[in-house]
């Protein structure tokens, strides 16, 4: 039972994309099989593909060429069209590792939005907010990549639910910056 996870970064510099789509991360609705809509990579071992990523939008406000202010969004998406499974290869347990992923997207919208919090308005800031947008999907795609290796893509079941344990807690300890 191999499964794979695929990791979509970008940068949205609007409010919505138009990349198919997308389900944002929620608390009270977890995946469904009938989530992943893509087409299967028929070259590939896996036996489902996650898509996640995380949105990132931010607005600068200048008075007399000053930055005075700024906004910022991110937000933790599915995307359904990249998204994959075998459905005679798949079962509840790599549901919930690839529920995981998502979750593990969602730790790291949470982290951001922390970090964006601290942020000093400087007359940088622009470059500020891109440097830490790329260091927070770098932290995400290391996190998803250890994830997949100490679980096995979930054969490992202790390394599953250490995992399990490791993103809840500390989804709990960002859950100030949780996605609505």
């Not at 608390?27 to 299967?40: H, N």
């Not at 593990?104 to 947008?133: C, D, G, M, P």
């Amino acid at each position: 039972m191999m499964s794979r996870f695929v990791i979509v970064l970008f940068l949205c510099l609007n409010a919505f994309s138009n990349e198919g789509e997308t389900i944002p991360w929620s608390e009270t609705k977890k995946l469904a099989w009938t989530d992943f809509k893509g087409p299967i990579e028929a070259d590939s071992d896996a036996a489902a593909v996650t898509a996640s990523g995380i949105t990132f939008s931010y607005a600068i406000r200048k008075t007399d060429d000053r930055i005075t202010d700024f906004e910022a969004q991110a937000e933790a998406h599915f995307y359904t069209e990249n998204s994959w499974f075998i459905k005679d290869r798949c079962n509840d347990h790599i549901l919930a590792h690839e529920q995981l992923h998502f979750d593990i997207t969602e730790l790291h919208v949470r982290i951001f939005r922390y970090r964006l919090e601290r942020l000093e308005i400087s007359q940088h800031i622009k470059s500020e907010l891109n440097k830490l947008h790329e260091t927070v999907n770098r932290e995400l795609a290391e996190m998803q990549h250890n994830y997949d290796t100490e679980s096995q893509n979930s054969i490992n079941k202790e390394e599953q639910i250490k995992w399990n344990a490791y993103v809840a807690e500390n989804l709990k300890k960002f859950e100030a910056f949780k996605s609505e």
